[in-house]
Structures are given as C-alpha cells and as structure tokens.
C-alpha cells in the first residue's frame, strides 16, 4: 500500500449522536465484520463500555474498500483502486479528550457527526476545536436523519455559523436505515489527504497506545509515520533508549491480524517483547536501531484533574487490590498511581484521574475485571499552597494538610475549568443560578438559534468534579450539554474540613473545601454519615472541625439489643443465618478507631459539594 492509498481518519461526535453506531456500519459496508454480528458497537470492548454506552479506550479498524478515483493525474482508466482506510476510534465523554487529541494525532481528517434533531452540543463544540487545531480535514456528517424531528438544514445552518462549516459539504446519514451511508468512505478517501510521511525516509514510528495481552505481552498500538517497519527488524525507543525486535507486526482488522510489515501512513500494532507497559510511552518514537532520527512531537502529558485514595475493603487484601491495579494500569496508562497510608484506612494508594468519570469507570473495571473491593476516599483536585515560608506545594491528598498547620498559609490555589453549556433558552436562568453557587464567572453568552443558547463559564474544578454534571443535567430535563477544558489556577480561599468520630480526625475522610461552603458541607457530611453509619455497642460522635473549631456535630446512640438475643431458644440454624447475615455486612466494613464504617458512607461523601 503506498501511501496515497491510504486514509486515516476518526469519528467524533458529542455522546449519543450515533458515532459507534455508524463506525459498525463501515466495518459492516467493507466487510470487516459481519453483519448481525449480534454484539452492537464492535469496537466498544470492554463491559464498562457497553454498560455505560460510553467509549474509554480508543481502538482502531482496518478496512479496505474499493474505489476510483475521478482525478486527472490518475485518469488512465485502472479501475477502481484498493483503499486501506484506518477508523481510529476515539472516546466519547469530556474526561477523555486528552485520549481523543491523542487519537487524532494520527489522523488527517474527522468525520463530525451531529445528530439531525438535537443538532450542535458541547461536546461537538469541543471536539471540532480540537480537530481543527490538529489541522484535520473535517467531514461534518449530520445522522440520524430518519427521525421524524430531525431538522437537517437548521444543523447545516448551525454548523456554518459556529464553525464555518459549508453547508453543501455535509453528507446526510442514517446509520439505523442505511440511507446515505454509501456515501461517507468516497468522501474519506476524495477529501481527506493521504498520510503525509516519506516511505525512503528512515523510519518513524508514533506510539499511540499500548496494552498487555496474557499471550503476547505487551502489545503497542503505533502509526507508521515514515519509512517501514518489517517483522525482525531492531527497533529502538527515542524515550528511553532501550531496544527491542519486532517479533509481530499487523493490523487491527478489527481483531490482530500478522501482515508481517507496515508501510508509510499505516496504523497497527507492533508486538516486541516488552515487559511492562510502563517501558510504552505513550507519544514516544520507535526507531530503526541504528538510524538517527528526529523524535516525532508526541503528547503533552495527561493531565491528572481528580485524585482519591484507593483502599482495600478488607485489610487483609491489600496485596490482591496492589496486584489488580498494577494490572489494569498496564491497560489504562493515563492513571497515575503512588502508595500511600492512612491511620484510619491502612495501607493504599493515592490514584490521580482524568476526570470522574475516569475514577468510577477505574473502579468499576477494578471490581469487574480484576474482582478487587476498594474503598475510595472524597475525592479532590490538586490544590496548590503556599506557606509564610514561601514554599508552595502541590496537595492531592487533603490529609497531607496540617490541620493546625505550624507554618502559616499564606496563599492557596485552585484549578479552574473553562466550560462549555449549550441549552434551550428557556433553562438559561435555572443554569446562571447553578454556575453562580458553583461559583462560577461567566465568560461569553450568546445564542446558537432561536431556541438554544450557548455559555462559556469559568468554574473551579473542585465544583464540578462533584455532581454538576448530574445536577445541570436535572435542571434542564436532560437537555443541557457540558464540556469543559483545563484553564489556569486562580488564587482562592481554602480550609481543610476535618471528620472526628469520637473526637479522632478521620484522615481518609477528610477534604478541602472554599471557606463560604465550609459550614454548609460540614453539616451535610455529618447529617449524612449519621444516615449510614449504623448503630453500635456504644455512643459515636461525629464532627466536622475546621483546625479546633467544630462547625456541626451529630450523635449516634448506642444500639440497646444484641441481635442474638432474638435467637435465643437455641435455634441454631437461625442463630447461624443471622451471623453469617452479619459477616456479609462487615466485609464491605472498614473499622476506623472502634467504629465500624459501611464502604457506603465514603460514597456518600463524594456526594456533598
Ligand atoms: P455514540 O454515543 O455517539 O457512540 O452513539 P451510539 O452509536 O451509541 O448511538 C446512540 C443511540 O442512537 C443508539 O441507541 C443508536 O441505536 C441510535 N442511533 C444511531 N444512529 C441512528 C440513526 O441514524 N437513527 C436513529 N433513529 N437512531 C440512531
Ligand atoms: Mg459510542
């Protein structure tokens, strides 16, 4: 395949618009998998993307498709020609967009998608912007046209006034009936550019992502940027210098697929004997070992937004959920791990995240695929502090916070957002009200048509990492979208909001909050761990405390009966039952002090904003 038969493309799509859905009807039209292959949305693999109708992890499909080309350079009648067409999956929800630019790095064009009745969301916003800093070539798409309120000239419309988009260059699709669709790969292959690299040159390779596989180790998911890369040959990583021999090198056809080499512009695996996917880096240049090179661009880091501490539901397992971890993180680079230890929870771990979303999808593939029970702790943003002795830290953990602190605060920072809300026009005033409590500066605020309007807001991150989302989403019968980017720190007014049980902080419980909430979110965490936390032997107080200052406090009376009294009589099947009922119970326990805490109660933290 020589380059100009090539083409590398994505889809992207605000949630819901039918990305996934249409990726299946390509792989289907070219072949590449069967129709009624009874599992809808081929390339969301894993469980938690089908349950949650989300894509996390970016997969790539190899297709070929037939074409000719109608160009004057190319008009001595051959026929139609065999296109190799990459689809480069990428994932669909604002925690992820540093995986999608990561995604588009090896693209050179984009198919928009825009459902044809809800027209322009945030996340369409967000994702043109950053295929149009990627200089991709965009095909907006407007699907699902078969719906009976689907306005597909209001959409043309929007998609030219807020991108600039021709109106004349948007195809019509529905990806349910089929109708249109034989048009999307012609215009893949007529608008989008070939991949740009040089076959003589000496060869490049991007390392777009890696994972590990129980048979073949560590399997590296890369796009050949120049030159070509032969099973065999010695490879070297620009990252680290180490080298390596492509024992296997294919396609993704949507499985692995051996093709024993791939040439310029082509996207694939390569299999090398790699250890861990720690030596993968992630944006790193492979190389042929004794070629110099110029290392390609690769990535900015991932941005870590949220960080929460992991536990081990039962003591004993912190071994399992260590090995679990290391384990997923080889399949989920973008999670930054380092050990830690709490007086209240034990021995653990301190896990920084792309977003919420990012953390509980983290958590439930723990307990799905790896069987681990953890307990997580609020989670936070990474605040930066400043003491009077000018040194400033980073805190992602409110824990490492001194209470009483000896060196004086000076200054603290937080993160801010830069957010993206596009609603109807009549929940414009709920929604001003809600970014107000949130703390939110209003940016820009216009109108996208006469019925929806469109607002850039300012938020501290910390306020949206809790509930917003949900909240936003009530407020406005599920019709707002939202997405946001990372802007600058803004200097703020920052406590740490201590949890006592029976007098004793709570390190694992406890969190950083903005001084006018202080008082109000110390009384809801109280009233709620009061809800959960069950009655025992004795008398618990609870308390929230800024420094030596207790802001709200509960009790929770001691439990008068011993459930066994109940079995008394002898009846030794019941009296059995009601222990083992018992047992069940504790194991989602964590004891902190003498208090048994259900693994409910840090749940229900995460819920106070
Ligand atoms: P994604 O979140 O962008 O990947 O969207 P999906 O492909 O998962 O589609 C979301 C929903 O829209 C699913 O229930 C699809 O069956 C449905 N859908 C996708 N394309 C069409 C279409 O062209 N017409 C209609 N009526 N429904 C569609
Ligand atoms: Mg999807």
């Known amino acids: 395949y020589p380059p100009e038969l090539i083409r590398n493309f994505s889809i992207i799509a605000h949630i819901d618009h039918g990305k996934s859905t249409l990726a299946d009807r390509l792989l289907e039209l070219t072949g590449t998998i069967k129709k009624g292959h009874g599992q809808p949305q081929y390339l969301d693999k894993l469980q938690v993307e089908r349950e949650r109708g989300i894509t996390v992890k970016a997969q790539t499909a190899t297709m070929f498709y037939k074409h000719s080309i109608q160009e004057a350079s190319c008009s001595d009648d051959q026929g139609p020609a065999n296109f190799l067409l990459n689809l480069i999956d990428t994932p669909g929800h604002v925690d992820f967009s540093y995986e999608v630019s990561r995604s588009l790095a090896a693209c050179q064009g984009a198919l928009l998608v825009v459902d044809a009745a809800q027209g322009v969301q945030a996340q369409t916003v ?7 800093e990627s200089n991709l070539t965009i095909i907006p798409v407007i699907n699902k046209i078969d719906q009976p309120t689907a306005d597909p000239d209001g959409v043309k419309a929007q998609l030219k006034s807020m991108f600039d988009l021709d109106p004349s260059d948007a195809l019509l699709t529905s990806a349910k009936t089929g109708e249109g669709l034989e048009q999307v790969l012609p215009a893949v292959i007529e608008r989008i550019p070939a991949p740009p690299g040089k076959s003589d040159s000496p060869l490049r390779v991007l390392l777009l992502d890696s994972y590990y596989d129980e048979y073949k180790g560590v399997i590296c998911h890369v796009a050949v940027v120049d030159g070509a890369l032969r099973k065999g040959d010695k490879i070297s990583s620009a990252a680290t210098g180490q080298a390596y021999e492509a024992l296997d090198v294919g396609i993704m056809h949507p499985e692995l697929k051996s093709t024993g080499m791939l040439l310029t512009g082509q996207v694939g695996y390569v299999v090398s004997g790699m250890r861990s996917t720690k030596e993968a880096r992630v944006g790193d240049t492979l190389f042929h070992s004794r070629s110099t090179v110029e290392p390609l661009p690769g990535f900015k880091p991932a941005k870590h937004m949220v960080f929460s501490g992991l536990y081990p539901a039962d003591g004993s397992d912190f071994e399992a959920l260590n090995h679990a971890i ?3 993180t080889c399949n989920d680079a973008s999670v930054s791990i380092t050990k830690e ?8 771990f301190r896990c920084g995240f792309l977003g919420l979303l990012h953390m509980d999808v983290f958590h439930q593939r723990l307990e799905q695929e790896y069987g681990a029970h953890v307990i997580s702790t609020v989670p936070t943003v990474p605040y930066i502090f400043e003491y009077s002795d000018g040194s400033k830290l980073q805190v992602e953990n409110p824990a490492a916070l001194p209470s009483n602190p000896k060196q004086r605060v000076t200054a603290c920072w937080e993160p801010t957002v830069m957010a993206t809300i596009i609603i109807p026009s009549q929940y414009v005033g709920s929604v001003i009200t809600l970014c107000a409590e949130r703390r939110g500066q209003q940016l820009e605020y216009s109108f996208i048509d006469s019925q929806r309007a469109f607002m850039k807001y300012r938020l501290p991150l910390r306020e949206i990492v809790v509930d917003f989302y949900n ?5 406005t019968s599920g019709y707002a979208s ?3 980017e990372d802007a600058d720190y803004q200097e703020s007014d920052l406590v740490k909001l201590d949890i006592l049980l029976n007098g004793q902080p709570v390190d694992a419980m ?14 809801e965490l109280v009233d709620k761990l009061k809800k959960v936390i069950d009655r025992q032997m004795f008398e618990i107080s609870l308390q929230a405390a800024i420094g030596s200052k207790v802001i709200a406090r509960e009790t929770i009376s001691a439990m008068r009966k011993n459930v066994l009294a109940k079995c008394y009589g002898g009846d030794v099947t019941r009296k059995r039952k009601l222990l083992e009922k018992q047992k069940e119970g504790k194991k989602r326990m964590k004891r902190v002090g003498s208090v048994d805490i259900p693994q409910e109660a840090f749940h229900e933290l995460l819920k106070v904003s």
């Open 482 to 484: 939202f997405d946001y």
């Open 471 to 475: 909240e936003l989403k009530s407020l």
């Open 341 to 348: 230890s709490s007086t209240a929870l034990g021995l653990g």
């Open 510 to 523: 406890a969190t950083i909050v903005h001084k006018l909430k202080a008082y109000r979110v110390g009384r």
């Open 326 to 328: 290391e384990r997923l």
């Open 126 to 132: 967000a994702n043109f912007y950053l295929a149009f």
